[in-house]
């Protein structure tokens, strides 16, 4: 009897990152093929408090963690971080596959995936002869754009540290949506040396798709064919959802309160703004109390996850007397269950950074948008939600760089009223879950991407 297929599963450390392809893993898992997951300790050790890992106990998930060279100041500074992961993981992670192929107690490694983001793992598993699968946790648009980087600083169109160097747009193809100045996959004006790292580490993903096997995108081909087409190798295999497995694992970093689904149990259909800016999204004291503000104005009940560290230094704390005023109405936790949240049939839109996990979990799930982007890919996630499906429609920033409370009191009102796109929503929520069934074009990937780790095994036990 021959051994089972191993994968070695490889995140980039951070929440948005882990999340899909811990949820991928526990898939990959049910098909018989045994699952390395690697974080590094500090990553595991936020697992593992959170209590995400505990579906995993027992079955074919095996949680491993190496370590990452910092302190927690370091951590905080995501420079020094970035610069650490990139100096330290490749040996650590090199030396962890080298002992389990030597192991007689666990089968040796058949196949590498890797986040794109940590395009190193994949060029490890390359140099030992292991074959590789890059997984993407953005949207394809980004990919097919950072296919376009060497040609973009050739030509002048951007400098060496992805700066853009005139106000032109750039096209990708004459059928998808040009990208604008400022909205790039790396962009981050305020912070110009966050989008330097950004930089360094997107502009090898090109490169890394050239030496893997396969491409792994959470995505639909039929919701961006366009794009998908512009990328070989590409296997659209999203929405990846937790739901969508007997395991249900999150990957979640922060521990989610279960009080809000109970809460939610109790709101009237349709009725809820279910607010959830992300894991790395901040706010200015001024903008957190208009949004508060704007919140308590629309006059509906709302759901807001509030992170420990979603305002900037030093936190005032909510307005005077909002907490007493929405006590009726207003549900406040640290984080959710996000995917069951807007599965809830009381939520009514939802009040998003866009972040490719949550633009996929909110269309998978019917639910219209209400876009606030904050960096990186998160704009042109909202283009995409706004101008190509019509599934939501953009917060506007004042003369101050404030979205105000009449911004958003009256772009509540506008969505919760557009027929239009409440029913744009349904048809993607449609797409997305024929695309998961048997026969869907995402099914029909994710298997044959399973059944060749599954046969190349075969054949190289022969």
Known sequence: MGSKPHLLLIPYPAQGHVAPLLKL???IAEHGIKITFVNTEYIEAKILASGQAKAEEGGLVRLVSIPDGLDDDDRNDKIKMTES???VLPGHLKELIEKMNQSDDCEPISCVVADICVGWALEIAHEMGIPGAAFVPFGPPNLAFLFQVKR???SGIIDTNGNSMNDELISVSEETIPWKKNEYPWSCPAKPETQKMLFKILIGVAQTVRISNWVLCNSIYELDSLNCDLVPKILPIGP???SNHSGNSAG????EDPSCLNWLDEQATGSVIYVALGSTTRLNQQQFDELALGLESSGLPFLWVVRWNLVKESFTGFPDGFKERIAGHGKIVEWAAQEKVLAHPSV????SHCGWNSTMEGLSMGVP???WPYFADQHLNRNYICEAWKIGIDLILDDNGIVTKHEIKRKVEKLLNDEGIKANALKLKE???RSLVEGGSSCKNFKRFVNAIKYDHVQDQD
Do not use: P
């Open 252 to 255: 979640s970093l922060i521990l």
């Open 25 to 27: 893993a526990t898939k």
């Open 152 to 154: 973009l600083i050739d």
């Open 431 to 433: 797409i997305a879950r």
């Open 348 to 351: 009514a839109c939802f009040l």
């Open 240 to 242: 990846i959802l937790a």
């Open 85 to 87: 992961l990139f100096r």
């Open 369 to 371: 948008f209400l876009c």
